[in-house]
């Protein structure tokens, strides 16, 4: 069939245009449409929420009762129309779906202008609202609904864009992590850009602006002074265009799969808010059918060409041409086709000139000989260099590229127009030159530091980096630690302070000035507050966190009248970081938090946190928040490191959680290795069970198990809803059942089971499919395994299992003796100790016991049931005081090397202080006076290395009064004549 090449389409007489974008247009098979309205012909749309087409007589006020502005054009004519995605009110959400225009065709290339107003909401205005070009499976095209999540993980945010296609998202509101108030260009779901535009109601033509005019006279909800600024978008040949306000701020190649599609505008305003409208939209699209250009990728020694075949046209392989810079590299290339596309790859030598477009031209033909071209140019970027701001410094890391390597003597740096080169230090470490400028006097809050950093490498190539950055105070006080309930820090525990005062803590900022206030004045502190010592920090009123044990808050507290919402807990202590290298901090908490390390700089966050600015050591998540979700990477040396943390709930619920492992985890699965900070589990050998030669065999009834007919009913014996299948006696009901036929499995690797696409975690990889799975969430089952359980030395162990729902473990003729893991709290042991079990429908019934064998083999049986939703079950086991649990496997049982995993704390007296130490030289003897408690005595302790204080001078030196003295004593760290270059001491007060 012949397409024709052009033509237009009135809105009037169907759905508005949706469409997607392919990347060449090809010079026979196309068709062109183009579609311009101003929204006056009444337009039928695909609308979802709050959007519409809307005039000046639609809407006549806004909140403020003043006249709302009509469309771009005709600002003084009643009827002039314009779309309305949100307006500037609360919690409105809004999508408009256009239809595709194509026919189903692929489209080659597209462009898209329209007029945009946004703002007249509040100060900090939201949530934004993103333009959509989407692939045919994406659920905006249905629902209006499934768009992206934030960086923090929060769902289907409009402002995001869409999770298919091509999507520029204009997000409005900071949603913490690595969140940008401003545009971005996200592909499939893969962010490429973000472009920071954090001007808040800024001028009609602020190009650092989102929005699109200051508030009016009367402050939020003011409208008044709104205008309309352009917007384009183009995909030309396979280079993506975006223009706002006039301002070229994007000009890339972008890898696009060709695909039909459509266009999708959604919108979303929360408790702040803006409005989000547009007229006068242009959109030209052309389809096409052949062979295209679809990807092209360059790097300092590669340059990268992606042609995906369309229908019957596909890439002819002999015809491929190309030429770089003048130089014709056809003949060294390298052809690899992966389904319908083909990956044309060049590889450099010597490496690309940095910054500079170099032209290339490609040549090819498809099948039928139709051409298949493109004559551009592309430009290699040089190292991404990374700034780094304190009060005291700026540095920049330069990491080398290929062959490139900074020269050191090359670097200069200017802060406000001043040289500050002779003052710069440059190291190298790890492929990576840091360039660092030592300030004196500190930054100036609240000023603005412009800096231009530049350099050239070893290739002669320059090297830079100019900006301006806000100078901004760090969230705690600047080298100084905010006073809490230090003294309660001692036999390795925090010291911990519960803090209330009866007002509200909406934000961060409120609950740290609470701490300080009761810092500054704690007798003239108006509220209340209690200090307390506590083993870790891990703290929430059921069980809601991530590591365990989950402590209750202190009674102390409680006593006090610690309320049920708006209050804070401070915590310090002094952490022993035994090895150097690289570590972890994580932290859940309900709702914000803040970390400050003494003496660490955080390299990286992950999750919903950030680091403060002007404050390296210090994490953050200034928002309220149900799950503040945050991992933090530092590399540092073995040492001694005071930790603050303090975390704080508004309302709802409330946990507070810090954890540590050595290694970098960007996510909490990436380790098993977190405990809580102050818990440690030693290293060592240890015992793992597994099972014997023949595995573990599996009884299996259901799905759909139905109550009354394949089992009897019986009462929930830890509440809760009794229909359906709830508990253990209701599964022993179902094996009874002579009726029913279950599936057996012989064999079993392992106790490892999941409901493909509907189960949950669980601790373990390389789950099996419960066999009786079907392809639906299933649900009414119950399982029942039994194998012999090996155990390869003599022992106390702790075995478990964890599953949704709940379940038993059995090991008959042997006795549990106590439950180490309780995650529901309903766990028990029963049957005279032989069996523990978690008789509650749950999501994590998580139970171990502990239980006292030799090696040898011996029955077990293991029973599970599922009542609803999620499915998995899992066994394990260790010997007692193993770091971590492991998978019960068939021949699997075995002895384990474990390395000592946690951070221990040091306990930190602040009534004990030396005064004074007088050395001899001479005679290699020293004397220490410190202050002192009449009628307490002290220990004399040294070491070498601030970590091991386990040898003394004296354990019970008797106090002198207020000052106590050693009396002289021979350097306790000399052998022989050689005397150490350092020794510490440490006094502590039995």
């Not at 009542?867 to 068939?890: D, M, T």
Request: hydrophobic share 35%.
């Amino acid at each position: 069939m012949k397409i024709p090449t052009e033509r237009s389409l009135p809105f009037a007489k169907g759905p508005l245009l949706c469409l997607s974008l392919c990347m060449a247009p090809s010079v026979t098979n196309s068709q062109t449409i183009v579609i311009d309205t101003d929204f006056n012909d009444n337009p039928i749309l695909n609308t979802f929420g709050v959007a519409r087409v809307t005039d000046i007589n639609a809407v006549t006020t806004n909140p403020l009762g003043l006249p709302t502005l009509g469309g771009k054009d005709e600002d003084s004519i009643a009827g002039d129309k314009y779309i309305e995605i949100t307006s500037n009110l609360v919690n409105q959400r809004g999508s408009i779906v256009f239809e595709d225009p194509t026919g189903g065709l692929p489209i080659g290339g597209f462009k898209i202008r329209a007029d945009l107003r946004v703002g007249g909401g509040t100060i900090n205005p939201a949530d934004g609202f993103s333009f959509n070009l989407v692939r045919p499976n994406d659920p905006l095209i249905g629902t209006g609904a499934g768009y992206a999540a934030s960086p923090t993980g929060e769902v289907n945010l409009p402002e995001e864009g869409s999770t298919t296609g091509l999507a520029i998202g204009f997000d409005e509101w900071f949603s913490g992590g690595s969140d940008t108030i401003g545009l971005s260009i996200r592909l499939d779901n893969t962010i490429l850009r973000e472009i920071p535009l954090g001007t808040r109601n800024g001028a009609v033509g602020d190009i650092t602006s989102l929005q699109t005019g200051p508030l009016g006279p009367q402050g939020e909800s003011d409208d008044t002074l709104l205008g309309w600024s352009p917007i384009e978008i183009s995909l030309d040949t396979g280079r993506l265009s975006i223009s706002w306000k006039g301002n070229e701020v994007f000009s890339e190649f972008v890898n696009w799969t060709p695909s039909p599609g459509q266009v999708v505008l959604g919108g979303r305003t929360g408790g702040s808010r803006a409005h989000h409208h547009m007229d006068n939209l242009y959109v030209e699209v052309t389809g096409a059918n052949e062979a295209q250009v679809t990807g092209i990728r360059s790097g300092y020694d590669f340059f990268e060409i992606d042609v995906t075949d369309l229908g019957t046209s596909a890439l002819d392989p002999d015809t491929i041409g190309l030429v770089i810079d003048g130089n014709d590299v056809s003949g060294s290339l390298i052809v690899n086709k992966v389904g319908d596309t083909t990956t044309i790859r060049h590889n450099q030598s010597p490496q690309f000139v940095f910054d500079t477009a170099i032209p290339f031209q490609f040549t090819a033909q498809d099948t039928f000989g139709q051409a298949i071209a493109r004559d551009d140019s592309f430009t290699v970027a040089g190292p991404v260099i990374t700034p780094k701001f304190g009060l005291d410094f700026v540095e920049f890391e330069v990491p080398n590229l290929g062959s490139s390597v900074l020269d050191p003597a090359s670097a200069t740096l200017t802060l406000n127009g001043t040289d500050v080169s002779a003052g710069l230090t440059v190291t190298t470490q790890g492929g990576v030159s840091t360039v660092r400028h030592d300030q004196d006097p500190l930054f100036v809050v609240g000023s603005n530091l412009n800096y231009v950093f530049s350099g050239t490498d070893n290739l002669a190539q320059s090297i830079g980096l100019t900006g301006t950055i806000g100078v901004v105070e760090p969230v705690f006080p600047f080298k100084e630690e905010l006073a809490g309930a230090d003294d309660e820090s001692v036999d390795g525990n925090w010291g911990v302070r519960y803090i209330w005062n009866g007002f509200e803590l909406p934000t961060m900022t409120s609950a740290l000035n609470l701490v300080k206030q009761a810092a500054a004045d704690p007798d003239g502190f108006t509220g209340t507050f209690v200090d307390t010592s506590e083993s870790m920090m891990n703290h929430s009123t059921g069980s809601a966190g991530f590591v365990t044990p989950d402590l209750p808050y202190h009674p102390d507290a409680v006593t006090a009248g610690l309320p049920a919402d708006n209050f804070a807990m401070y915590g310090v202590a002094d952490m022993i970081i035994e090895e150097a290298g690289t570590y972890t901090i994580g932290t859940h908490s309900d709702d914000g938090f803040a970390i400050r390390v003494h003496g660490w700089e955080f390299d990286e966050v992950f999750g919903n946190g950030q680091i403060d600015t002007f404050s390296r050591d210090s994490i953050i998540h200034p928002a309220p928040t149900g799950d503040s979700n945050t991992r933090a990477v530092a590399t540092l040396e073995a040492g001694i490191y005071r930790i603050e943390y303090m975390w704080w709930e508004f309302g709802g619920g409330d946990h507070g959680e810090i954890y540590i492992a050595k290694g970098r985890f960007p996510e909490d699965s990436d380790s098993i290795d977190w405990l809580p900070i102050g818990m440690t589990v030693p290293g060592g050998t240890f015992g793992v069970p597994g099972f014997d030669s023949s595995g573990v065999e599996t009884t299996e009834y259901g799905p759909g198990l139905v109550e009354g007919t394949d089992f009897t009913m019986s009462p929930n014996p830890n509440g809760g809803d009794d229909a359906n299948l709830t508990n253990l006696t209701e599964l022993q009901s179902v094996i009874d059942n002579v009726a029913l036929t279950p599936v057996v499995t012989p064999n079993v690797a392992a106790i490892n089971f999941n409901d493909p696409g509907f189960g949950g975690p669980g601790r373990f990889d390389g789950d099996i499919s419960f066999a009786i799975a079907t392809a639906a969430d299933d649900n009414d089952f119950g399982c029942i395994y039994t194998g012999n359980l090996v155990i390869p030395t003599d022992g106390t162990y702790h075995i478990g299992f964890q599953g949704d729902d709940g379940g038993y473990l059995r090991i008959p003729g042997q006795t549990f003796t106590s439950l180490v893991e309780n995650e529901t709290g309903s766990s028990v042991i029963d049957e005279a100790g032989a069996r523990i079990a978690a008789d509650i429908p749950t999501g994590n019934s998580n139970t171990v016991g502990e239980i006292t064998l030799t090696a040898g083999s011996y029955p077990i049986e293991v029973g599970f049931f599922e009542r609803g939703g999620g499915a998995y079950f899992e066994v394990f086991g260790v010997e007692n005081g193993g770091s971590r649990q492991f998978l019960i496997e068939k021949d699997g049982a075995r002895s384990e090397d474990l390395p000592p995993i946690g951070v221990a704390l040091l306990s930190k007296t602040k009534e004990v202080s030396i005064t004074d130490i007088v050395y001899n030289n001479e005679t290699d003897r020293f004397n220490l006076t410190w202050t002192s408690s009449p009628g307490k005595t002290y220990g004399l302790y040294w070491s070498l290395d601030l970590v091991d204080f386990s040898s003394d001078v004296d354990d019970s030196i008797l106090s002198g009064g207020e000052l106590t003295s050693s009396g002289l004593f021979k350097n306790p760290a000399t052998v022989g004549d050689v005397r150490p270059d350092r020794v510490f001491f440490r006094i502590i007060e039995n």
